[in-house]
């Protein structure tokens, strides 16, 4: 006789309606941040779906282990791409030969860092590379993990600020990197200025929005700081997607911003409420603020939405 033993282990999940559950999955898949070792769960008319971290809306739930896949070791995908955190080349093999969309496997060598925000990989095994393509909400992006930043996580993020974008809007993206924003928000917008300073961002956003058949973009090789004395036109809505140096950019937004005008800031936090006395010093109202995704314990990536005035 053999027995099945069912496995559970605790893992954060998101609620869904069980209608919207397989977009909402699909989306994840992209984002890398479904956790597909666990069984998605069904409790009532909803489904959980299980994630590898942290989000808004997530609570920790117990989910069953996937047979046959609990063998694979942790990594997160980032289009062709498996990123592991452990240098395990027999691993990398498993997780190359799991998934036929696959055709790199990496190892991340310390952390994001410097004024690009870029990081060290090593290659374990499959094709010599950190290029790849990613393909998020229909459009495609070619990214280089070692070269410019890209964080597909930030794919919801994105589809909400387009949520708010409205049509023939002036849009600043400050701290560009391949281009996800601008071309996302693209769709949408009248014109956006993509703003980076690391060379192989601009070039890969070029690219991006020929790939992306795009012609509202406008690429820009500089330093945001100086943004202010370079660009002849005031932007219905700026964003700032620079977490962990932000607020040394905050006046040069709302000097860039019309009087009425969004800005979207990103930061990194440890309390709710922590840059709203620096925004209302400057004539900002804070229309909301929200928690992007978890950094460290007791530390998050917030975005706040503010109004200039
Ligand atoms: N918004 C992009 C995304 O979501 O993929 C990239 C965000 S990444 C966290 C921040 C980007 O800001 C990097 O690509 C980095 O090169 C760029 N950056 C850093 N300092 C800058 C500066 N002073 N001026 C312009 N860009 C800068």
Request: proline residues 5%; charged residues 25%; hydrophobic residues 40%.
């Amino acid at each position: 006789m053999i027995y099945v033993v069912e496995m559970t282990v605790e893992q954060w999940g998101v609620r869904v309606p069980a209608r919207q559950g397989e977009v909402v999955r699909q989306a994840l898949i992209r984002e890398g941040a479904l956790d597909a070792s666990l069984r998605v769960l069904r409790e009532g008319s909803d489904l959980i779906l299980p994630v590898l971290t942290k989000r808004e809306g997530a609570a920790r739930y117990g989910f069953e282990v996937h047979p046959g896949r609990e063998q694979l070791p942790r990594h997160e995908l980032v289009g062709g791409i498996a990123i592991m955190q452990e240098d395990d080349p027999s691993g990398a093999e498993k997780i190359l030969t799991s998934r036929p969309s696959l055709h790199t496997v990496v190892c991340a060598k310390g952390e994001v860092s410097g004024e690009y925000r870029t990081r060290e990989f090593s290659v374990l095994c499959g094709e010599p590379t950190t290029r790849t393509e990613v393909t998020e909400h229909g459009h495609r992006f070619i990214v280089d993990l070692a070269g410019a930043y890209f964080s597909a996580r930030l794919s919801t993020e994105r589809q909400r600020i387009l949520d708010q974008v409205g049509e023939g809007e002036f849009i600043l993206d400050m701290f560009a990197g391949v281009g996800p924003f601008a071309i996302i928000l693209a769709d949408r917008a009248a014109f956006i200025v993509a703003v980076d300073l690391n060379p192989c961002a601009v070039a890969l956003m070029q690219e991006n929005i020929t790939k992306n058949r795009i012609r509202n973009v406008l690429p820009v090789l500089a330093d945001a700081r100086r943004l202010a004395d370079i660009l002849p036109w005031k932007f219905d809505r700026i964003v700032m997607n620079l977490p962990l140096a932000g607020t040394e950019f905050l006046s040069e937004a709302f000097r860039l911003c019309r009087p009425g005008g969004t800005i979207h800031f990103y930061s990194l936090v440890s309390a709710t409420g922590e840059h709203t006395a620096r925004i209302q010093e400057l004539g900002g109202i804070v229309l909301a603020e929200r928690e992007v995704r978890s950094y460290s314990p007791g530390q998050w990536h917030a975005v706040y939405d503010i109004r200039v005035c």
